[in-house]
């Protein structure tokens, strides 16, 4: 028996439900340090450090509310316009994945993070310097979008169908581990500050991370050459054209008209940021508390990202429908227990209020600090729940690297169109109320639009209907058959 056969029983990815990702050959695995080195568990984990790097550097600068500034309307403005850039080029940025390659989209995508982090370091040295955080986040706009758009490519079509919530699970907890360290690095440098904004160090200590995230992809195996562990290749797709690659996003719509109705839930899905971190965080916490929240919101990302993909999407006993429709509960469920428990502080403040010269700021030592980062404990936990989902629903909707990439770019695009929306109504001063009430009611429609594409679309295994790019491309995909024969790679 080969190593691929062994490792197909092993890992129950042969079995009749998730079969889907079988192909008429079956490649054996390189062994020795080559078969570690290219497992596709080590390429995801290799992708999860790049963003660890980069997003999460990110994350951890945008978790500390207003970019860790004590004036957030920079950080909002800048943020308003990166998400603007991002859903104009998340549209198409399927097709320059499509056609240049998923590594070098990576490449091309990391470094517009070290420039926008840049960017705050030039402001606390130079206060007018607003308007270079606001260019910054134009580019990083444009490079975060083929970034993401390569990562999804890669993250869902790695994974044979039973592993995917899993492979999921592991980049998304290496991924925060990034905002984990980066709040780390700030509430440590920035532990007896009294000056509620961050100091040089903390803005060089990311800048220095997030210039090793850059070198990362070149470590990285190309994709071409990725054997999945159940012995079948990653059939990463060039189209001929701009003209085919373009075609390719209205063929994807055609064919899989369902995706439309996820497009509510991909829209919130960096929409309760502008809440959670600038209008909650930034609002109500001095700097040392907003770098512990920050710290323990991104912690219960790993735990939470992992507990609904490993331990709820990818059961082996039980049928992938129902997983879906198990996921689809828990987060429905979580969504009111954070925004309900969210509203009754929401109701204690108001913007005119936390902005005043010498308002109250909470404290770590202050009694009401338990309660109150709690909440953010368990918004951590919403996150990761929710973009799990949002992922493993597009990873059960078609095995092809190429339609994933399209679906990456569609998600990408629409989260981007609502945190624009969003960082622009704060940055132009909204009640932090009405800002609230739009992200619980928009997270609620998110997933009731999303639970008739459960119900019809997601089956106990993927149809080789469902590669219909890659017959576009010119390569046929062909019906598994009883008995694979086995190939060196």
């Not at 990761?384 to 695009?413: E, H, I, R």
Request: glycine fraction near 8%.
């Amino acid at each position: 028996m080969s190593d691929a056969q062994t490792e197909i029983e092993k890992l129950g990815s042969g079995s009749s439900e998730d079969s889907g990702s079988q192909r008429a050959e079956i490649f054996e695995r390189p062994t020795g340090w080559r078969g570690y080195y290219e497992h596709p568990i080590t390429q995801v984990s290799l992708l999860g450090f790049v963003c660890f790097m980069c997003p999460g550097m990110f994350n951890a600068l945008t978790g500390l509310g207003g970019g860790g500034q004590v004036n957030s309307t920079d950080q909002a403005r800048a943020s308003a316009t990166l998400y603007s850039t991002f859903a104009f080029f998340g549209f198409f940025a399927g097709s320059v994945n499509n056609v240049i390659g998923p590594r070098r989209t990576l490449m091309l995508g990391t470094w517009g993070y070290s420039l926008y982090i840049a960017a705050f370091l030039a402001v606390n040295i130079h206060a007018g310097a607003g308007a270079f955080v606001v260019t910054a986040g134009a580019i990083l706009g444009a490079c975060a979008a083929f970034l993401w758009t390569a990562q999804g490519s890669m993250m869902m079509s790695y994974p044979t169908e039973a592993q995917k919530g899993m492979f999921i699970s592991i980049f998304w907890a290496i991924f925060n581990l990034g905002g984990v360290v980066g709040s780390a690095i700030s509430f440590g440098s920035n532990f007896k500050s009294t000056s509620n904004s961050v100091g040089n160090g903390t803005y060089v200590g990311f800048l220095i991370l997030t210039l090793i995230g850059v070198f990362i992809p070149l470590l990285m195996v190309d994709p071409n050459k990725m054997i999945r562990t159940d012995g079948t290749r990653v059939n990463t797709v060039r189209h001929p054209s701009w003209k085919t690659e373009f075609l390719s996003l209205f063929v994807a719509l055609k064919t899989d008209p369902w995706v439309i109705f996820l497009f509510p839930m991909f829209a919130a899905s960096n929409y309760f940021y502008t809440w959670q971190f600038n209008d909650y965080n930034g609002a109500i916490f001095n700097i040392r508390a907003r770098g512990l929240n920050n710290f323990v919101y991104w912690t219960s990302q790993i735990f939470g990202s992992i507990f609904i993909g490993y331990f709820v999407l990818d059961q082996k006993n039980v049928r992938r429908r129902v997983r879906a429709f198990y996921g689809w509960i828990l987060v429905f469920f979580m969504i009111f227990v954070v925004h309900v428990w969210a509203y009754f502080y929401q109701k204690t403040y108001t913007r005119i209020e936390e902005t005043a010269l010498g308002a109250y700021k909470i404290d770590i030592l202050d009694s009401n600090y338990p309660s109150h980062v709690w909440l953010m404990i368990f918004y951590g936990f919403l996150d990761s729940m929710w973009q799990t989902y949002a992922y493993w629903l597009m990873g059960a909707m078609s095995n092809d690297p190429a339609k994933l990439a399209v679906f990456a770019g569609f998600y990408k695009c629409l989260q981007s169109v609502g945190a624009a929306s969003v960082w622009a109504a704060d940055s132009a001063s909204v009640p932090y109320m009405n800002i609230f009430l739009s992200t619980w009611c928009l997270t609620v429609a998110g997933m009731i639009f999303a639970a008739p594409m459960v119900y019809l679309r997601v089956t106990d295994h993927t149809d080789i209907e469902d590669e219909v790019l890659m017959q576009i491309a010119g390569v046929e995909p062909i019906e598994p058959p009883v008995a694979a024969t086995t190939q060196k790679a």
